[in-house]
């Protein structure tokens, strides 16, 4: 449903009616997707529809939803083609942005070769490196949604790429109480060194996808964020610790 100017993103519970604003100190876990809780209720799986929201410049937005988001096929297709349905009203007021003004870098705390960081840039692009066992080798890709056609290179070069997982991390999902409607066709799965009930839809789907989460996750910043992002094995976990640094005044707007 829309909403006025600077309202921002909400998600409403609707078997509570809370209302949880799409902010990162709202967020519960970063076990395998993001979600979000605020008193007792919470809404799972956000990223990809943030991703979407992110890139399509939506800032102001009520969504009412059941506990989890829907997952359709593992990708933000769906959600592109929904808002392009209904619509985008464009407002009054100013769009917020956070500027980086200098390089800002999070390193994981168990191995540091793994990193995020954000540096200044005129635009947004998400540059990410992967490094999997030798079946899958090295991906990496550079996504710049920077141009006027932001939406249309987003659509066509990051959306469709889909969740992906290794069979041995199925039962830790469950337990979470995540993926609740996950099924063989709407993710990749992985089995030691092979895809194992879809075909790819791109040589490097795994970092494609890895891009749609940051998208994801750096737009609970509350503000579109104008950086270069660069990031090797990370996950939602580290999106989250970045914004937190941001927010330690690394940046203009915040």
Known sequence: MPLPPDSGIIFEDLSTEQRIPAL?????????????????????????????????????????????????????????????ECGIEKQS??????????????RDSKNHEKYIKAEPFKGFCIDYFLDFPEAFGKQHYLAD?????????????????????????????QKSGLASGAKLENSILIDADKVINTELRFPDEFARHKIL??????????????AKI???????????????KILGKSATGV
């Open 24 to 84: 990162f100190n709202n967020v519960k876990s970063t076990a395998y997707a993001t979600t979000l809780q605020l008193d007792q209720s919470g809404i799972m799986c956000i990223e990809h529809l943030m991703a979407v929201l992110n890139i399509y410049g939506i800032d102001n937005i009520l969504i009412k939803i059941n506990g989890e988001v829907p997952i359709f096929d593992g990708s933000a297709l769906k959600f592109c083609e929904m808002i392009e």
């Open 93 to 106: 007021a100013p769009k917020k942005k956070v500027i980086i003004e200098k390089t800002v870098i999070v």
């Open 145 to 173: 949604f920077s141009a006027t056609d932001n939406t249309d290179v987003f659509k066509k070069q990051i959306a469709p790429a889909r969740t992906f997982g290794f069979i041995s991390e199925t039962k830790e999902l």
């Open 213 to 226: 989460d940051i998208a994801g996750d750096l737009y609970l910043l509350g503000a579109g964020l104008e």
């Open 230 to 244: 660069t990031a090797r094995m990370t996950g939602h976990r580290n999106n989250i610790a970045l914004i937190k």
